[in-house]
């Protein structure tokens, strides 16, 4: 349920334009939930090296 609470934010979040929360995956790991697409999600998560 909090998971889901956290998804439904991150995508209503109008902020997230300019601080994106792309470190939020889904509950089995995905790369899902990022509405500036999940290609630069991985490049964001490449350069912090946290995949």
Not at 10 to 34: A, E, Q, W
């Amino acid at each position: 349920m909090c998971a889901q609470a956290v998804g439904g934010a991150v995508g209503h979040n109008k902020i997230s334009i300019i601080i994106p929360c792309h470190r939020v995956v889904g509950t089995n790991g995905s790369l899902t939930g990022y509405a500036g697409d999940v290609d630069k999600k991985v490049k964001l998560l490449t350069l912090e090296r946290a995949l």
